[in-house]
């Protein structure tokens, strides 16, 4: 197992955002978390990370329990994090974006470099001095991603990368999700777009005011349209 | 003409060190969003230690040899700090971090005076640099000329750090996202740390180039961080070219002042940097804050009047004190009406900082403005105490008037700095107008009426005003007007939908708070029977703050407590110690760490702990809920 998260609760001050979270993903796959604005989606991604303080719970990653690391220290054994707001340095440039995302290679983990991802995201290579701040949204979600993977990660995060993206980014999107699923990331992705999970994922986990609800494959949850409807329709 | 040249290259000459010090801080602000008050104390312990060591080692190396290794030691001593008691506070209140800093400084102006004596010391000339160059038919001191290349070589070298090396990369990203730099895998502890101690170098470095200049003095911290502050915020917080263009400005302006207007030079600079702030706020080459902080943050419990019993306990407490003059001494009741001045005018203050929102540092202006308007009724008009006391805060409100409309245009750090810098303006004018304030010699023989005369009758007086004044500021928290105003304190957008006036709420409080602190002063010159510039002086703004503090910014009325505390143990301080400023210096340190809340915060968070845990829990889980929809 990659990653292997169990009993996860947070809280923000006393109350209570997340109860006995659990879920795990399996080497190279692709594993969406779907549900809601507000289901605990992000806080879920946050606390793994350990970007909330106050969390318990274990998360085992590679075989090593790193639920009572920093965030820094987790994330440099390989486990990425791609925020939901995306969170460019905005002052920074593409380059110095990636620049500030980069760790040392990791033995048995596809090496990413600048130019690696040009060929991954096009349209950054056509702007490698501009700074974060004069770009479009969806060249902003491909630059967070591809500041994440300068890490190298053997995991990662995505925090709901379709959102707020045209169409056309958004099968981009999926496309470069794709072809880092080939590379053998394992991915975590968080989503309320039903038809973008399908694209990419292998299993899906549902979530809902911070309960797991669901758990099963792709084809599990088009067999059961009522938990769709309960746990993701508006 | 000849001599203007040489006049402004002596100003580039000063702009050197001011730079180094000021993108010290500047840099450091950047990153770690504390305004590092103890800049202008690592500043001057870089002069005092590249002055042992300059007069121990010989020969050029020797020399340059000590003035690296000063800056390089004083670094460390900053990155100390840093390590040991900032780590503590970054999630503090970010004034808690300002009110540390400043301890640290009261500390080290004892510690150099102890270590290194009062005497002014006087360093060796630069080998090499101690001549002079003939230019256009004047002498230039050849060190002068060093500096002036100095001064844009550390601008490339700095430039070149921060965008040519990933350690710089990595700070200005931690600049904008201190979070997000984590998540990517940089430990950030030791980034902070690196560019603290970056900051106390340049500063550091700015103090020991400084020796073959001037003489070393133990007072040269508060003279220097005023003038940075100026310049940083000239130049925009957080930008190293701005700090370097704005120390140009502020040097030149003082090379060039001395000149063409003496009398108004000190204001020169002042008056810049308020222009400057007016039509940038954000600096020359700074860049507006996303989102500036409010000086309070939330409130856990919602703030609420007395209750009966609270009410009674209150007046007995008064009663009681009201009781003093009929067993203490004439010393300590006039020691107890100083003390009840202060608790009117960290009152005020607080109105503004907690209710308002918006952490003044110049508030001793109308303070002073109040007594000297007070002064001006007794020595121009001949007027009794009693009218004097009633006219002079008039000038306060005046004063507040004007510089609150320019004031709350801005918010958070700027709003603080130009407050700074209006009060420095107030006091340049109490201090040069020498015919209308007696300048430095002050006003005297401003005294009370005959039934105040003796000091049970002042302290019946200022026990009477101050608890009027604390009680009509009580009032106005519970206002409709103090409701207001917090709502634009919490959040403004959402305030002005609903049609309150943010700039218009924000100067009436600015006014109410700085009449009552006229109303403080004014008293205040009674008690003494005379008037100085130093009554507006930044110590006196620094005093108002840090009682503020300590009593607690998200109280109601914690300042009255910390005013007290704060006042109590400096006079006694003072009487018991030669080395009031370190002892001092170190309770501040104490208090920032054993109670990030204030005195009061912590004994309310401690009585609703022991007497109300389950009503505790739930407050707190809502103020859960309100950061979580942040």
């Known amino acids: 197992m990659k990653l292997q998260v169990s009993n996860l609760n947070s809280h923000y001050g006393p109350a209570h955002i997340l109860y006995d979270v659990g879920l795990e993903v399996g080497a190279g796959e692709v594993v969406a978390l779907l549900g809601r604005n507000g289901a605990g989606k992000s806080t879920t991604f946050r606390s793994i990370v350990g970007l909330v303080p106050q969390r318990a719970g274990t998360v085992v990653f590679d075989g090593e329990d790193v639920s009572a690391l920093p965030t820094y220290e987790i994330v440099r054994r390989g486990l990425g994090y791609v925020p939901e707001d995306r969170r460019i340095f905005n002052q920074l440039t593409v380059e110095e974006n990636f620049m500030v995302g980069r760790q040392a290679p990791r033995p048995g983990v596809a090496t990413w470099s600048p130019e690696q991802l040009y060929v991954l995201f096009p349209n950054l290579g056509e702007m490698r001095k501009r700074p974060g701040g004069q770009m479009s949204g969806g060249e902003q979600q491909m630059l967070t991603i591809g500041r994440t993977l300068m890490g190298n990660p053997s995991l990662v995060l995505l925090d709901e990368p379709s959102e707020g993206l045209a169409p056309k980014i958004v099968e981009q999107m999926a496309d470069a999700i794709l072809t880092m699923k080939k590379q053998g990331l394992s991915i975590v992705i968080s989503e309320q777009n039903l038809h973008f999970a399908k694209l990419i994922s292998d299993r899906a986990y549902i979530i809902e005011k911070g309960r797991i609800r669901f758990s099963g494959t792709m084809a599990d949850l088009e067999a059961n349209p009522e938990i769709r409807d309960a746990y993701l329709a508006v | 003409m000849e001599f203007l040249l040489v006049q402004a290259l002596s100003g580039l000459a000063s702009a050197a060190s001011l730079f180094l010090v000021a993108s010290g801080l500047s840099i450091i602000f950047g990153v770690t969003r504390i305004v590092n008050f103890a800049h202008g104390a690592f500043y001057m312990l870089g002069a005092y230690v590249a002055y042992m060591l300059t007069t121990r080692l010989?020969?050029?190396?020797?020399?340059?040899?000590?003035?690296?290794?000063?800056?390089?030691?004083?670094?460390?001593?900053?990155?100390?700090?840093?390590?040991?008691?900032?780590?503590?506070?970054?999630?503090?209140?970010?004034?808690?971090?300002?009110?540390?800093?400043?301890?640290?400084?009261?500390?080290?102006?004892?510690?150099?005076?102890?270590?290194?004596?009062?005497?002014?010391?006087?360093?060796?000339?630069?080998?090499?640099?101690?001549?002079?160059?003939?230019?256009?038919?004047?002498?230039?001191?050849?060190?002068?000329?060093?500096?002036?290349?100095?001064?844009?070589?550390?601008?490339?070298?700095?430039?070149?750090?921060?965008?040519?090396?990933?350690?710089?990369?990595?700070?200005?990203?931690?600049?904008?996202?201190?979070?997000?730099?984590?998540?990517?895998?940089?430990?950030?502890?030791?980034?902070?740390?690196?560019?603290?101690?970056?900051?106390?170098?340049?500063?550091?470095?700015?103090?020991?180039?400084?020796?073959?200049?001037?003489?070393?003095?133990?007072?040269?911290?508060?003279?220097?961080?005023?003038?940075?502050?100026?310049?940083?915020?000239?130049?925009?917080?957080?930008?190293?070219?701005?700090?370097?263009?704005?120390?140009?400005?502020?040097?030149?302006?003082?090379?060039?002042?001395?000149?063409?207007?003496?009398?108004?030079?000190?204001?020169?600079?002042?008056?810049?940097?308020?222009?400057?702030?007016?039509?940038?706020?954000?600096?020359?080459?700074?860049?507006?804050?996303?989102?500036?902080?409010?000086?309070?943050?939330?409130?856990?419990?919602?703030?609420?009047?007395?209750?009966?019993?609270?009410?009674?306990?209150?007046?007995?407490?008064?009663?009681?004190?009201?009781?003093?003059?009929?067993?203490?001494?004439?010393?300590?009741?006039?020691?107890?009406?100083?003390?009840?001045?202060?608790?009117?005018?960290?009152?005020?203050?607080?109105?503004i900082m907690t209710v308002g929102g918006l952490a003044s540092f110049g508030h001793a202006a109308y303070f002073g403005l109040g007594a000297y308007g007070a002064a001006f009724m007794v020595k121009f008009l001949g007027a009794p105490m009693e009218a004097a006391l009633l006219v002079g805060p008039v000038l306060g409100l005046v004063g507040a008037v004007l510089f609150g409309w320019f004031c709350v245009r801005l918010s958070g750090v700027y709003f603080a700095m130009l407050t700074l810098a209006f009060a420095q303006i107030a006091w340049s004018i109490a201090f040069q107008w020498v015919d209308v304030t007696g300048g430095d010699n002050g006003l005297l023989g401003i005294w009370p009426s005959t039934w105040a005369a003796r000091p049970q009758g002042f302290f019946w007086l200022a026990l009477a005003v101050a608890v009027i004044g604390v009680g009509l500021l009580r009032m106005l928290v519970f206002s409709p007007f103090g409701y207001g105003l917090r709502a634009v304190r919490d959040s403004t957008l959402r305030a002005e939908a609903i049609g309150l006036d943010r700039a218009r709420l924000q100067w009436a409080a600015f006014v109410v708070a700085g009449t009552f602190a006229g109303i403080a002063g004014a008293l205040y010159a009674f008690l003494k029977g005379s008037v100085f510039p130093d009554f507006m002086g930044i110590p006196t703004s620094v005093d108002g703050l840090v009682m503020v503090l300590l009593g607690g910014i998200e109280t109601v009325s914690g300042a009255v407590v910390g005013a007290v505390l704060y006042k109590a143990l400096a006079i006694w301080l003072m009487s018991q110690t030669d080395l009031s400023k370190l002892v001092l210096g170190a309770v501040i340190v104490v208090v920032v760490l054993a109670f990030p809340k204030g005195v009061v915060g912590f004994i309310e968070d401690m009585r609703h702990r022991w007497f109300a845990p389950k009503k505790a829990a739930a407050e707190a889980a809502t103020l859960a809920k309100v950061e979580a929809a942040r």
Request: glycine share 10%; net charge neutral.
């Open chain 2, 58 to 351: 010989a020969g050029p190396i020797g020399f340059w040899g000590a003035i690296l290794a000063a800056s390089v030691i004083v670094a460390a001593m900053g990155a100390l700090m840093e390590m040991v008691l900032l780590r503590r506070i970054y999630h503090a209140p970010e004034l808690f971090q300002l009110l540390a800093t400043f301890g640290v400084t009261l500390m080290v102006q004892d510690l150099v005076v102890v270590i290194w004596g009062p005497e002014d010391l006087l360093g060796p000339r630069a080998p090499g640099l101690a001549g002079a160059v003939s230019l256009f038919g004047r002498m230039v001191p050849t060190y002068d000329l060093f500096l002036m290349v100095l001064g844009p070589v550390v601008l490339g070298a700095l430039w070149l750090l921060f965008h040519q090396t990933r350690w710089g990369v990595l700070v200005r990203a931690a600049t904008q996202d201190r979070e997000m730099v984590a998540a990517l895998g940089v430990n950030q502890k030791w980034l902070f740390t690196g560019v603290f101690a970056l900051g106390v170098f340049l500063a550091a470095l700015g103090g020991a180039l400084q020796i073959p200049r001037t003489t070393v003095t133990h007072t040269m911290d508060l003279s220097v961080i005023v003038e940075v502050f100026v310049v940083v915020v000239i130049g925009g917080l957080g930008s190293v070219l701005g700090a370097f263009v704005a120390a140009i400005i502020v040097a030149e302006l003082n090379a060039f002042g001395i000149l063409i207007l003496p009398q108004i030079s000190l204001i020169m600079v002042f008056l810049v940097m308020a222009v400057v702030l007016v039509v940038r706020p954000w600096g020359l080459f700074g860049k507006a804050e996303s989102a500036p902080r409010p000086a309070a943050g939330l409130t856990i419990r919602p703030w609420r009047p007395f209750s009966t019993a609270e009410r009674v306990a209150v007046a007995v407490a008064v009663a009681a004190v009201a009781t003093l003059p009929f067993f203490l001494g004439n010393y300590a009741l006039t020691v107890g009406a100083e003390i009840l001045i202060f608790v009117l005018f960290a009152a005020s203050l607080h109105f």
